[in-house]
């Protein structure tokens, strides 16, 4: 069964600060999606990875993927209040199979 | 395009009752995906459907619920009976093939009390 785990679970930082969000997977994939949630709001799409090294990057937002560690990260530079949100990643559960498997979520709070 | 669009919002119901979730999926997109989002639980998938016929329902946690999508531009998911556990928000997604990103509906939020 494919597991996916991020942490921190929950961060508080300050704004102006850099702080990196960190995703493991159990299993072989090379595909791996980052998806932000504001509170009471659906997810909404901020990068797809597809493939080792993938780097991209929006704004203050930049997420890489290293398959063969099978571990995503997604680093937030000089934090600014409207990044508060909850961060998730998702893995496809296999190849030729369309569903994903969510992680845990990060709620993150920039605190001016 | 107006993206997925679900309804109700949001639903309170009493235990027993059955209760209809609904979805319209973006225009032209062939996959159709349904979540749960809990706090004890997180997302977890539920059901998808690939043009209109399901591919795995292995997410569906019981025979209490069932869904389906009767043409490329509806879906439902059913709940009856409904228990006060299976309160949660429930997400309908979409995407195209070979496209790789999920369009999520705004949720519907099912409180059985």
């Known amino acids: 069964e494919l597991k996916v785990e991020q942490n921190p679970l929950f961060l508080s930082m300050q704004e102006g600060k850099n702080y990196t969000i960190y995703c493991n997977y159990s299993?072989?994939?090379?595909?791996l999606y980052w998806y932000r949630q504001d509170p009471g709001k659906s997810l909404e799409s901020l990068f797809v990875l597809l493939s080792n090294g993938a780097v991209k990057q929006e704004g203050r937002l930049m997420a890489s993927l290293d398959t063969k560690a099978r571990l995503s990260t997604l680093h937030i530079t000089a934090a600014v209040h409207d990044l508060s949100a909850t961060y998730f990643c998702?893995?496809?559960?296999?190849?030729?199979?369309?569903?994903?498997?969510f992680g845990t979520g990060t709620r993150l709070t920039i605190i001016p | 395009d107006a993206g997925v669009i679900q309804s109700p919002r949001h639903e309170v119901t009493e235990m027993g009752q059955e209760v209809t979730l609904r979805c319209k999926p973006i225009s032209g997109h062939d996959y159709l995906f349904w979540y749960r989002q809990t706090m004890m639980r997180g997302l977890e998938l539920l059901i998808y459907f690939n043009n209109n016929v399901p591919i795995d329902d292995s997410g569906m946690p019981e025979d209490r619920f069932s869904a389906k999508m009767p043409n490329a531009s509806f879906s439902t998911l059913k709940i009856q009976p409904s228990e006060p556990r299976d309160s949660a928000v429930y997400f309908c997604?979409?995407?195209?093939?070979?496209?790789?990103?999920?369009?999520f509906g705004a949720g519907t939020r099912l409180s059985v009390l």
């Open positions: 997604a979409s995407k195209q093939y070979p496209k790789n990103i999920q369009y």
């Open positions: 998702a893995v496809d559960s296999d190849f030729g199979n369309e569903k994903l498997t």
């Open positions: 299993t072989t994939s090379d595909r």
